[in-house]
């Protein structure tokens, strides 16, 4: 089974603060994504990477970046966290063998106060 | 602009009746499309897919149609169960102009589906 994981359930940040979302993957996949989901909105893509060191900007990456130094680790990083980025943050995985099916982590609830 | 559209926020039936859950699509390009269920403070799960060389897909409860002429693709779950109760969200993807898949998903916003006993 494949199983995508992220470093917190819950968090609550203060404006101004550096927040870091790590997610990781252990079924060796070549792309992992950022989502945010907030309602009415659906799933938003933030960032994916289809390689190490590699990245690329989905619909909505202002006020975020990545990183991904090892294949199973990537990470979100809200460089300075505003109240409008509260919302649900959704780590996802895929094989490029496997086609477009995208794997989820449970997700991290992001309170920005 | 909304590429993949579920117009139906929500969705109600009666337990052992048919959930039919839909979606539309404007990019001409998308050829795969996935459905995804969600419950509260969960991630999503993958449910089924269909290539666009098909019209049909089944899986157990689960059947997925594609009308490629008309843009739309169409979830039906029969029997619905109390456990089908959850967000279903529609995502498609297109083939890069170069050839070989992109990896992106496009989501729909999702449709709340209650199943009551």
């Known amino acids: 089974d494949v199983k995508v994981t992220q470093s917190s359930r819950y968090l609550v940040k203060r404006t101004g603060e550096k927040v870091f979302l790590e997610c990781v993957q252990d079924?060796?996949?070549?792309?992992m994504f950022w989502y945010r989901q907030d309602p009415g909105l659906g799933l938003r893509l933030i960032y994916f990477s289809y390689d190490v060191k590699m990245k690329e900007k989905g619909d909505i990456p202002e006020g975020y970046s990545v990183s991904r130094e090892k294949k199973e680790r990537f990470s979100l990083i809200l460089e300075s966290a505003s109240t409008n980025q509260t919302s649900m943050y959704l780590c996802?995985?895929?094989?490029?063998?496997?086609?477009?099916?995208?794997?989820f982590g449970p997700g991290t609830r992001l309170l920005v106060l | 602009d909304q590429q993949v559209k579920q117009n139906s926020p929500s969705l109600s039936v009666q337990e052992g009746r048919i959930s039919i859950l839909n979606c539309d699509y404007t990019n001409s390009m998308f050829d795969y499309f996935l459905w995804y269920k969600k419950y509260p403070a969960e991630g999503p799960t993958f449910l089924i897919s269909?290539?666009?060389?098909?019209d049909k897909n089944e899986d157990g409860r689960f059947t997925v149609f594609l009308n490629k002429s008309a843009k739309h693709l169409s979830l039906h779950i029969v029997p619905s169960q109390p456990g089908d109760s959850a967000v279903y969200f529609c995502a498609a993807s297109a083939i890069r102009s170069s050839g070989g898949s992109n990896y992106k998903l496009t989501f729909g916003k999702g449709t709340l589906l209650t199943v009551n006993p």
């Open positions: 269909i290539s666009s060389i098909k």
């Open positions: 996802a995985s895929s094989t490029t063998r496997e086609g477009e099916t995208q794997y």
């Open positions: 079924m060796d996949h070549e792309n």
